[in-house]
């Protein structure tokens, strides 16, 4: 079975662009959740959506917002790019809202200049 | 490939020693704890994971201990190898159903296994 994807692998862009992010999660779970990873860091909670509906945020600016589809899919968008936001951007999925095991993917590695 | 250990607390082990890696969680409502590996320019992977009405839980060489009243977790692995090299993460999160499923993770540490 495929593991969580995500789309594009790498992404440069420059400041006060918007970029978007695309994740596919693993066939059946219906929870989808995103992270931001700054070099050195361990991963910081952005967003959880579960049945197209956002369940949890984290304390990210309005900058960003995400979705989730019919067929459990994600994006994440981040308008008016900043410097600071160059990481590594993970998705994770779960089989449901609350389940625990969560299963990362390789991550889209954004850079702002 | 970048490294993700860039500024972490790094513990050097021999190959075939056993290695301890130690995680304070923060949040004493956190009920089911989580450890992952992340090789360079990857993302996290799962190891193990331990509920809060547990406090040992045995995998394929690895073992996570919980102490529930110092707030801390624990992950032990034998016979380290080469591939073992890489950031741990130790994860907590509150389970059901009115619980979102953010993740807090810890600082990382850097397991350097020395052939």
């Known amino acids: 079975d495929a593991g969580v994807t995500q789309s594009p692998t790498h992404l440069i862009k420059t400041r006060g662009q918007h970029v978007t992010l695309r994740c596919s999660p693993i066939?059946?779970?219906?929870?989808v959740s995103w992270y931001q990873q700054v070099l050195g860091q361990g991963p910081q909670f952005i967003f959880q959506?579960?049945?197209?509906?956002?369940?949890g945020r984290g304390n990210f600016p309005d900058r960003f917002s995400a979705r989730q589809f019919p067929n459990y899919s994600s994006e994440l968008n981040v308008n008016a790019l900043l410097l600071g936001d160059s990481a590594l951007y993970l998705c994770?999925?779960?089989?449901?809202?609350?389940?625990?095991?969560?299963?990362f993917g390789p991550g889209t590695r954004l850079t702002v200049l | 490939g970048e490294s993700v250990g860039l500024h972490l607390p790094t513990l050097s082990v021999q190959e075939g020693d056993n290695s301890i890696i130690n995680c304070a969680y923060s949040?004493?409502?956190?009920?089911?704890f989580i450890w992952y590996k992340q090789e360079s320019g990857k993302g996290p992977q799962f190891i193990i994971d331990?509920?809060?009405?547990?406090d040992k839980r045995q995998g394929q060489r690895v073992t996570v201990l919980l102490n529930k009243t110092v707030k801390h977790l624990s992950l032990q692995i034998a016979a380290t190898q080469p591939g073992d090299s890489a950031v741990y993460f130790c994860?907590?999160?509150?389970?059901?159903?009115?619980?979102?499923?953010?993740?807090?993770f810890g600082t990382g540490t850097l397991l350097a296994v020395q052939p």
């Open positions: 994770a999925s779960s089989l449901e809202q609350g389940w625990g095991e969560q299963f």
């Open positions: 066939s059946g779970h219906k929870s």
């Open positions: 959506y579960y049945e197209k509906e956002e369940r």
């Open positions: 949040n004493s409502a956190s009920d089911y």
């Open positions: 331990i509920r809060s009405n547990m």
């Open positions: 994860a907590e999160n509150m389970l059901g159903g009115g619980a979102t499923n953010k993740l807090i």
